[in-house]
């Protein structure tokens, strides 16, 4: 039979664990680890122009069309103050000749992966500022079927930038909108580059030396400039926007440049993952 004594040390017992538990739950309610994440991807379509004197003197032009991912997420470090990001893109071109009697076809592939410092609340409210430093890989194959000895000139190259970014964090009406520029500057790397009059027939029988140099403004010039609004509509992004790149190589006597012009739509969304920073719920640091 339990007596009184008994009973009340039990309740007691019970209400204690109770109390710790509702503590335990709160406190990790409270000081969970969390990273925001923004993937988006994207499909491209403007204006493309080429020159390549490896395959000609005369500079093309026409229409390109693309697809690309972001993917953008705090870093696990230190989530308040630095994002990573990761891009992958693909494109095609399609280009005639100023005659419009010839054409050229190019399919290019590319990956960046950045790390940035971010800033809050830079001159004005809403306004954030980031920057850093990146690595990126680029191959373009060119294919001119009207040519007579060299018909494919291969580009490759690989980059580290220096990397920055604009957010205004603003709305139209109740819709939270972002306003976004970036900017990415490769400043050094390495180029694939065969000589002015070396065949493809050649390297491939077994000339392969001098084919990569170093690469830096010296020989070579490349930006990237991205214009986004991100509508937010829920956990939902709908992206409108502008990108522009250009490449430029001249070295080994061949001189090229790529330039495109692209007005860009997408569709992603946001989400939080675990990091290693404890963060409150309240203090959740957004992607921008």
Known sequence: MITNHLRRN????????????????????????????????????????????YLSSVSYSGLNVGLAYEHLQAAGFAPRRWTRQLSLSATFHNQRNPAANHKSYCVGLGAEWNMMHRWRDVFAPGLNFFAGAGTGIDGMVEYRP????????????WDISAVAMAVYNTRIRRTPVSLRYQV??????????????????????????????????????????????????????????????????FLQNINSRLTVHSLVIGVGGELLTLGRESVTKSSVPAIY
């Open 146 to 157: 009207s040519n007579v000895n060299n018909v494919v000139s291969v580009h490759m190259r």
């Open 10 to 53: 039990i309740c007691a017992v019970l209400a204690a664990f109770a109390v710790t538990m509702a503590a335990v739950a709160q406190t990790d309610a409270d000081t969970c680890w969390y990273r925001p994440v923004a993937s988006v991807f994207m499909a491209g379509v403007g204006h493309t122009s080429s020159h390549d004197s």
């Open 184 to 249: 990415t500057l490769p400043v050094i790397g390495v180029l694939y580059s065969p000589q002015y009059d070396e065949s493809y027939y050649e390297m491939y029988v077994g000339n392969r030396s001098g084919l990569a140099h170093f690469a830096s403004w010296g020989c070579r010039f490349d930006i990237s400039n991205a214009v986004y609004a991100d509508f937010r509509l829920g956990s939902t992004i709908l992206r409108l926007g502008y990108r522009n790149r250009v490449y430029s190589s």
